[in-house]
């Protein structure tokens, strides 16, 4: 046993832990704090803390009511899951790396990447996707309409191809406990274990998400290699407006031979959009839609002839005469401007 008059220094904490006994003892005025080294696996230590006013040998009893006080990784000369008293350590600041709720996050960061390495890589012993009836029960529950959303905004954000797999959402919200002391052990295999033994627990739930990331992948993949498709109309504008930095932009749209122009948001034309919204709009536009088209409604991508910053001109749509003109020469039906 080592004895401590006074308070510690950090360094000098650390150095106990390094090389010193099994116990420390620190004589405060008219208290004790003891510190209690437990060796639990190879290489790693559990360390213990106790206070009292009686002398540290009376309080190394069967009655010893000692806290947690952390995880001590030798050859990294660390202490996880810190929890050092104040009073006996005054200058202690623990390194951020080592806190609990850091390495909960890694904990489950490692497993999800084990998991997904596994299903993506073949490796999870599961099927790639479902056919049929399984494909319809697999994606009933996403709805046409966030499929096309989750299509549409993977496009909207330049998203390449080969990202778009199965992803984890792997979490783990109970005591730590021996689980740390596995995992500072061997990081990448014990999470690889933890992943196989998920995979095995939830296979069906797995193949499920497989199959709709799966459907998603091919969707896009369809859409990337169709510049026809209007999405990609959609996409420039998106782009110009956010590359503008404008905050409000003018919008000017035709319908049915009739022509209005108003201000909004820019906001109300980035990403994926159905129907652009007529959201926050002046009194005085609203009256000028409702003159020209009957209703405040929202517009369609279609409907939108030019946007303005200012005198800059952020996007306009090629006339009818442009399309017709460029058809037959260039063998496509979409505008120009696409990607």
Not at 1 to 15: Q, R, S, V, W, Y
Not at 49 to 73: E, V, W
Not at 146 to 160: F, N
Request: glycine letters at 6%; hydrophobic letters at 35%; a negative charge.
């Amino acid at each position: 046993m080592i004895t401590h008059k006074g308070p510690l220094t950090a360094d000098e904490f650390m150095a106990w832990l390094k090389d010193g006994k099994d116990m420390l003892a620190v004589e405060r005025t008219k208290a004790w704090a003891c510190f209690l080294k437990v060796p639990m696996r190879d290489g790693i230590d559990y360390i213990f803390h106790q206070d009292g006013h009686q002398r540290p040998q009376s309080l190394l009893s069967r009655y010893a009511n000692f806290r947690f006080t952390g995880f001590y990784k030798q050859d990294e000369q660390k202490l996880y899951c810190p929890n050092i008293p104040t009073y006996a350590v005054p200058d202690w600041k623990n390194d951020p790396t080592t806190t609990e709720q850091n390495m909960r996050l890694e904990f489950c960061k490692d497993v999800r990447k084990s998991i997904e390495d596994m299903v993506n890589n073949d490796r999870a012993d599961l099927p790639k996707g479902l056919t049929g009836d399984g494909l319809k029960a697999a994606t009933a529950g996403y709805g046409h309409d966030l499929m096309d959303r989750s299509v549409a905004q993977l496009l909207m954000d330049s998203v390449p191809l080969d990202d778009v797999k199965f992803s984890s959402d792997y979490n783990y919200a109970g005591d730590l406990g021996d689980i740390l002391l596995d995992y500072l052990q061997d990081r990448k295999g014990f999470a690889d274990q933890t992943a196989a033994e998920y995979i095995t627990l939830h296979k069906a739930e797995i193949i499920s998400v497989l199959t709709y990331a799966n459907t998603v992948r091919e969707r896009y993949a369809a859409i990337l290699s169709d510049t026809d498709n209007p999405i990609h109309k959609m996409k420039q504008i998106s782009d110009a407006v956010k590359s503008s930095g404008a905050t409000t932009v003018r919008v000017t749209i035709e319908k049915n031979g009739a022509e209005v122009s108003i201000r909004t948001p820019a906001q109300n034309l980035i990403g994926y959009h159905r129907i652009y919204e007529n959201c926050d709009i002046s009194s005085a536009d609203r009256r000028a839609l409702m003159e020209a088209f009957g209703n405040v409604s929202g517009y369609t991508l279609d409907d939108i002839r030019c946007i303005t910053n200012g005198r800059k001109t952020i996007y306009e749509a090629p006339s009818p005469e442009v399309k017709q003109a460029e058809t037959p020469a260039k063998g496509f039906a979409m505008t120009m401007g696409g990607m």
